[in-house]
């Protein structure tokens, strides 16, 4: 019987393989095509730069200057509602937790004063629970090896307990949209811990979050097992969220939100829309590549210290001979930043203030040689003139490995940070009621003669 069944098997696999050749011929288009039409692919021009598809006053990136009317490059910059992100955690560092009015901001335009600022937290903390049995019926069944599938699945299924659900008048969206944000780090790390509960056969532990505690605070709290942790590490985990809270419309899964919103459709589909953009590899998956590809160099550079063997080990990876061979040095370039990525800038700080207190600084010193080589070393394979620098994602890995947050909640943490601007930009969408958002696309196959089943010879 086993025999017969692998047999089976096995010509099933056979014509699946088949099938997957016919998708590949009949998806195939000829690239000449693209230049020919001049399509904006990836929504770029041919410099890269991105193309112009709406406008927002939630955020701004700038990596320009204006000089004797010529724009040349310049350390980048981020703003927040117009306020650079740099004067937002520095202006608090030391004080409060920011991250709560950081969100504030991005959704309601301006910085709150004392009394709105301890209202909102109310409303967050009031907020920061799930229904009855949730977490049972939902978090705890069949869980999902990845993480952000979990968050997508049990962001639709709030849906079901929403009192008005397919509402999109503002009042509405914003009642849903600050219940996601508050419950999104419950969901993340109950999710966690059913995943290690199930698929690593470890303790299952859930800790209730405290409403006294900040939302970076509980994070920490719900996730270690002593629910401990120090206030340079709360205060580091802070500016992560932060950091990764908003970065424009032009972001994939900002995009999302956008597109998603535009056709009317419910804040909890637009948010798992949001979030399957987003648990891509190539935007949010990409600080666990960062971390993957520094093992690997921290077990094949002998000498930290050597910039000459790091710079070789470097090049080996460009040349496509070490690591995952797909020749990328991960966590350097950035679509819009060329001097610096500024969120990389203030992480970096955070990082060695993080690492000398873990005593982990030989590692982060290994990371700003290794750093100081790759954007050279890049521009010079690429054959580009511009200046290439770390992005966001370079040190935000080695910061979650010192925090001790496991791989599998990397990119759920970026989630957890970026639902306050996903939620902003869906209001702002909503607000200016704008059309459906619908690209053109060219038709570039052929019409062709139908023929009866009986008729088809080929």
């Known amino acids: 019987m086993d025999n017969i069944a692998e047999t089976q098997n096995n010509i099933l696999q056979e014509k699946l393989d088949q099938l997957v050749a016919f998708c590949k011929e009949s998806g195939h288009i000829d690239p000449v095509l693209y230049s020919e039409y001049d399509v904006k692919r990836g929504l770029r021009d041919s410099t890269g730069k991105g193309v112009l598809t709406g406008l927002t006053e939630i955020s701004d990136v700038t990596a320009y200057q204006m000089k004797n009317g010529h724009q040349v490059p310049a350390p980048g910059q981020l703003y927040f509602q117009g306020y650079n992100v740099e004067d937002l955690i520095e202006g608090a560092h030391g004080k409060r937790f920011c991250f709560e009015e950081v969100t504030y901001l991005l959704l309601f335009g301006e910085l709150p004063n004392s009394q709105q600022l301890n209202d909102f937290i109310e409303i967050l903390s009031a907020e920061r629970s799930l229904p009855s049995k949730f977490v049972r ?4 069944k069949a869980p999902s090896s990845n993480l952000m599938n979990a968050l997508q699945r049990s962001v639709l299924t709030l849906y079901s307990y929403d009192e008005n659900p397919d509402s999109i008048q503002l009042g509405d969206v914003l009642r849903q949209s600050l219940q996601l944000i508050a419950t999104f780090p419950l969901i993340s790390v109950y999710a966690y811990g059913a995943h290690n509960h199930y698929h690593n056969d470890s303790a299952l532990v859930i800790r209730n979050p405290k409403p006294e ?21 709360a205060q580091v985990l802070d500016v992560c969220l932060i950091l990764h809270a908003e970065h424009g419309g032009g972001n994939n899964s900002t995009f999302t939100t956008h597109v998603v919103s535009s056709s009317g459709t419910d804040t909890f589909s637009a948010v798992a829309a949001s979030l399957a953009s987003l648990k891509g590899p190539r935007h949010g998956g990409a600080n666990l590549k960062v971390t993957m590809m520094f093992e690997d160099l921290k077990a094949n550079v002998k000498n930290w210290e050597d910039t000459e063997e790091i710079r070789e080990y470097l090049l080996k990876i460009l040349d496509k001979q070490a690591f995952d061979h797909s020749g990328l040095i991960y966590g ?40 100081s080589l790759a954007g ?76 009866p089943l009986e008729d088809r010879f080929w």
């Open 137 to 140: 019926d939902v978090i705890m």
């Open 213 to 233: 505690l900040s939302l970076a605070e509980n994070l920490l709290q719900m996730l270690r097992v002593d629910g401990k942790f120090t206030p340079l590490e």
């Open 332 to 371: 350097m370039g950035h679509a819009v930043y060329t001097l610096s990525d500024p969120r990389c800038v203030i992480l970096k700080r955070y990082a060695a203030r993080l690492a000398e207190a873990k005593g982990r600084t030989a590692e982060f010193e290994f990371m700003a040689r290794v750093e």
């Open 376 to 451: 050279e070393l890049v521009a010079q394979k690429r054959n580009v003139f511009k200046k290439i620098c770390a992005n966001v994602d370079f040190y935000s890995g080695f910061v979650y490995s010192m925090l001790d947050i496991p791989y599998e909640l990397y990119t759920p943490l970026f989630a957890i940070a970026r639902i306050s601007g996903w939620c902003a930009h869906r209001m702002e969408e909503l607000v200016n009621a704008g059309k459906i958002i619908r690209p053109a696309y060219k038709y570039v196959g052929t019409h062709k003669n139908y023929y």
